[in-house]
């Protein structure tokens, strides 16, 4: 899919995995068809780099843009439509989350605040204020009670959403915060940092279970579905897999050359996906630690700059990744299905679109022009 003239930032995929929402430098957002690569809507409005973008669970009707112009948008993905826009924050705004009943915006800012806003209306409802630094990360838990953020100022705080008042700040780190996340039934808390560490921590009481001390900077965190596994990515290529409940080290993936900068568990559990910037995206068997595929097919035509980002569908049976050039890739995790991937800049003069089958380990190479006929 070509998607945009400046590099991506982000993408999500919609709870039926039928479409794709990306981000870009260039202030836009596009709308595509998973099945088709077809472009659905473009999505304007913003007046700089859109950061970060995101569908509204669980419907899915609307989209939800993040801008380094200090706002957010609420777009109506059936007629592009900009519904509301959430205005507020004194700098620009790095992450977006919306909670699981569909009522709620959460936006986290350089000016170290949280805002939480109606959904409906696009009015603010709090402002979230206890950081001493940038915010890079929010979620809301799945009953919409707590929120939880990251921020630079080496903390974790867990919110009221009701209140916007502060239920606990997990403070251990001894660097800036990378990531942080809930698990499904909110009974714990993952934290990564540029400290080299993960800390695992108990949601009710606030007290730290365990800590995992990474060979380099932690970059991605993430738990399975069940909350019975969770994971941690680094910016040397290291990933690690541990039981939560005790905390025990299982496996070691370190296989990627590179940093790996998003790790995702599919919806069983049995799969991880890992998207690095040595141009590989694997998907990984978490019971046994092994890798089971690789797409390697950006190996073919290099490009200097990483893949950025990685989310599977509801179903689990494919994901989408992105990368900060003009193009973004559909994978699907059955051998018998094709990956696609177009690409914009190549080594020869003419943009090429590569198709891998994982099954056969076979490539093929077609003009960009007759992509979607190839496509179909």
Same mark, same amino acid.
């Given at each position: 899919?070509?998607?945009?003239?400046?590099?991506?930032?982000?993408? !999500?995929?919609?709870?039926?995995?039928?479409?794709?929402?990306?981000?870009?430098?260039?202030?836009?957002?596009?709308?595509?068809?998973?099945?088709?690569?077809?472009?659905?809507?473009?999505?304007?409005?913003?007046?700089?780099?859109?950061?970060?973008?995101?569908?509204?669970?669980?419907?899915?009707?609307?989209?939800?843009?993040?801008?380094?112009?200090? @706002?957010?948008?609420?777009?109506?993905?059936?007629?592009?439509?900009?519904?509301?826009?959430?205005?507020?924050?004194?700098?620009?705004?790095?992450?977006?989350?919306?909670?699981?009943?569909?009522?709620?915006?959460?936006?986290?800012?350089?000016?170290?605040?949280?805002?939480?806003?109606?959904?409906?209306?696009?009015?603010?409802?709090?402002?979230?204020?206890?950081?001493?630094?940038?915010?890079?990360?929010?979620?809301?838990?799945?009953?919409?009670?707590?929120?939880?953020?990251?921020?630079?100022?080496?903390?974790?705080?867990?919110?009221?959403?009701?209140?916007?008042?502060?239920?606990?700040?997990?403070?251990?780190?001894?660097?800036?915060?990378?990531?942080?996340?809930?698990?499904?039934?909110?009974?714990?808390?993952?934290?990564?940092?540029?400290?080299?560490?993960?800390?695992?921590?108990?949601?009710? @009481?606030?007290?730290?279970?365990?800590?995992?001390?990474?060979?380099?900077?932690?970059?991605?965190?993430?738990?399975?579905?069940?909350?019975?596994?969770?994971?941690?990515?680094?910016?040397?290529?290291?990933?690690?897999?541990?039981?939560?409940?005790?905390?025990?080290?299982?496996?070691?993936?370190?296989?990627?050359?590179?940093?790996?900068?998003?790790?995702?568990?599919?919806?069983?559990?049995?799969?991880?996906?890992?998207?690095?910037?040595?141009?590989?995206?694997?998907?990984?068997?978490?019971?046994?630690?092994?890798?089971?595929?690789?797409?390697?097919?950006?190996?073919?035509?290099?490009?200097?700059?990483?893949?950025?980002?990685?989310?599977?569908?509801?179903?689990?049976?494919?994901?989408?990744?992105?990368?900060?050039?003009?193009? @973004?890739?559909?994978?699907?995790?059955?051998?018998?299905?094709?990956?696609?991937?177009?690409?914009?800049? &190549?080594? !020869?003069?003419?943009?090429?679109?590569?198709?891998?089958?994982?099954?056969?380990?076979?490539?093929?190479?077609?003009?960009?022009?007759?992509?979607? &006929?190839?496509?179909?």
């Amino acid at each position: 899919i070509k998607a945009h003239p400046l590099p991506l930032t982000n993408i !999500d995929v919609s709870k039926d995995g039928r479409r794709c929402v990306s981000a870009s430098y260039d202030r836009t957002c596009i709308l595509w068809d998973t099945t088709t690569g077809e472009e659905l809507q473009v999505f304007e409005g913003h007046k700089n780099v859109v950061q970060a973008v995101i569908f509204n669970f669980p419907r899915c009707d609307h989209i939800i843009s993040a801008s380094f112009d200090r @706002t957010a948008r609420i777009h109506s993905v059936a007629t592009g439509e900009c519904r509301a826009v959430l205005k507020g924050h004194r700098g620009e705004i790095l992450c977006v989350a919306s909670d699981q009943q569909g009522d709620l915006v959460a936006t986290g800012s350089l000016d170290h605040t949280v805002r939480l806003w109606d959904f409906a209306t696009g009015d603010e409802l709090h402002t979230l204020a206890g950081h001493t630094a940038e915010v890079v990360c929010v979620q809301f838990s799945a009953d919409g009670v707590r929120l939880l953020s990251g921020s630079f100022d080496h903390t974790v705080i867990l919110w009221n959403v009701a209140t916007g008042r502060p239920v606990k700040t997990l403070l251990m780190h001894r660097e800036a915060i990378s990531r942080a996340e809930l698990s499904f039934d909110g009974a714990w808390i993952l934290s990564g940092s540029v400290d080299r560490t993960a800390i695992l921590w108990n949601t009710d @009481t606030g007290e730290p279970t365990g800590t995992c001390k990474m060979p380099s900077e932690v970059m991605s965190v993430a738990f399975s579905p069940s909350g019975r596994q969770c994971a941690m990515a680094t910016a040397t290529g290291v990933i690690r897999l541990y039981t939560t409940e005790p905390f025990t080290f299982r496996h070691e993936l370190a296989e990627h050359r590179g940093e790996v900068s998003k790790v995702m568990f599919n919806a069983t559990g049995t799969r991880l996906a890992s998207i690095c910037s040595d141009h590989t995206v694997r998907l990984w068997c978490t019971s046994t630690g092994t890798c089971v595929k690789v797409s390697a097919t950006l190996a073919v035509f290099p490009h200097p700059d990483e893949l950025i980002a990685i989310k599977f569908d509801y179903h689990a049976d494919c994901f989408v990744t992105g990368m900060p050039v003009v193009a @973004t890739r559909l994978l699907r995790c059955q051998p018998s299905l094709i990956i696609i991937n177009s690409f914009a800049n &190549t080594a !020869d003069s003419a943009p090429r679109a590569v198709f891998t089958s994982l099954q056969e380990q076979q490539h093929s190479r077609v003009s960009v022009t007759h992509c979607c &006929t190839a496509w179909s």
